[in-house]
Every structure is written in C-alpha cells, then in structure tokens.
C-alpha cells in the first residue's frame, strides 16, 4: 500500500499583485485503492492543490509538507515524482506539435520503468487501452493533443493512465467539457485502472455528475484554500442539492 500525506500545506502563486497565498493549511491522507473527492467553488485552490503535488514552477510552497510512502515529494523534480508512482490529468492539456501519441505513451513508459517495455506486449497494451476508451486506431499516429477535441485530450488523458500505470492519480476536472457518453467513457477508465493496480484516486471536481460513475470513498469540500467539510459520498450528494452557498460569505463576489 502507499500513502500520499499532505500535511499543514501552504501555497502561493505570483501575480500581478505579488505573492497571493491560495492554499492556507491543507491537510489530507490518501491510500493506494481510495478514491477522494475534491470539491469546492471556483477560486478555492482545488487545480492549485493538483498541480503543487505534480510540482509545477509557478507555485511556491510557504509551508507545510508532502509526502508519498515516506519520501518527501517537495524535494522531488517533477520526473521523479511520476517515477516514484504519481501522475497528474490536467484540466488544460498542452499541444506537443512532431511528437506522435505512440512516441509519447512509449517514451514516458520507458522513462518511468527505467527500461524499454517489449514491443510485442506494450502494442497489445496500447491497442486494449484505445479500445476500451473507443479511439480510432490512427489516434496513435497523431501528435499530442494536436486538433484533439475536448473529448479526445480527456480519453488519451485517461490512455496515459491506463498503459503507465502509476500508484496515485490527481484527476484535476477531468469531467470538464465532457458531453455524457464522453463522460461514461473516461469514468470507465478511471475504474478499470483502480480495479487493475489497486490506484488510489485524488479526484478534482466541481461537479457532482462524474461521482455517478467513479463513486468516492471520503468527500472534501475546500474553500478558500482550506478544507471546510468532509465526508462520504452522502456529503456529495448534500452538495448537489445545496451547492456551496453554505460555505460562502453572502457579502463578498463569486468567482467567475
């Protein structure tokens, strides 16, 4: 079992008004085989939370730790953490222009294992993967994320977790943009990895439309960069009936 812990985490981001803390005192353990949701209104440090653990430059950590099966993350670059077993679904995939989705998934595989997988088993791998997410076959001719629709960088978001097979995955709005049939699928993918590797699960949502098909064992609701609420699945279903008014100060704007 590993155990990804964050503890008392503060976290800023530069802005054109300077240093702006976004995260104020984030605590939260996840084990291998668990599924957490991560809820809360726009601006409440939900991606910010994502992309501090998959060690992005633009965010500074004041204080506060992560770690994962005892290693401290912060101290890692951002390859090795993916080594040591994290991996990160974006909400806003990038663009890799001459670099085809095959080159792509075998290259990182590689990288990972610290070994080339053999061609024979890594091609059955590939294929199963863009079958269950039902892919056209020359997807894997294309370069990343190049013309993919909003459906197609989520689906090969999801392919990357199926054939790399990390630990614990951060899934930030992966549900974003996504029409229902899109949504069944990627959700699908997401269990079929939990139930392959036993893969813990840090799921990142507005929403509550995706926790129909990947069901979480614990609830979080953060606001303003803390955890306000937490819960289980019932407190999911809380949130679609209430939203998040409760948590909010009636005074001040909402967030676009």
Known sequence: MSVLEIRDLHVTVETDQGETPILNGIDLTIKTGETHAIMGPNGSGKSTLAYTIAGHPKYTVTQGTITFDGEDVLEMSVDERARAGLFLAMQYPVEIPGVTVTNFLRT?????????????????????????????????????????????????????????????AVLDETDS??????????????????????????????????????????????????????????LADRLEEEGYDRFLDPSEPIEA
């Open 108 to 168: 990182a595989k590689t990288a990972i294992d610290g070994e080339a997988p053999s061609i024979r088993q890594w091609t059955k791998d590939v294929k199963e993967a863009m079958s269950n997410l039902r892919m056209d076959p020359k997807f894997a001719q294309r370069n990343v994320n190049e013309g993919f629709s909003g459906g197609e960088k989520k689906r090969h978001e999801i392919m990357q977790l199926e054939v790399l097979k990390p630990k614990l």
């Open 177 to 234: 943009g996504l029409d229902v049939d899109a949504l069944k699928i990627v959700s699908e993918g997401v269990n079929r990895a939990k139930e392959a590797t036993d893969l813990g699960v840090l799921l990142i949502t507005h929403y509550t439309r995706i926790l129909r098909y990947i069901r979480p064992d614990f609830v979080h609701v953060v606001v303003k960069g803390k955890i306000v609420e937490e819960g289980g699945p019932e």
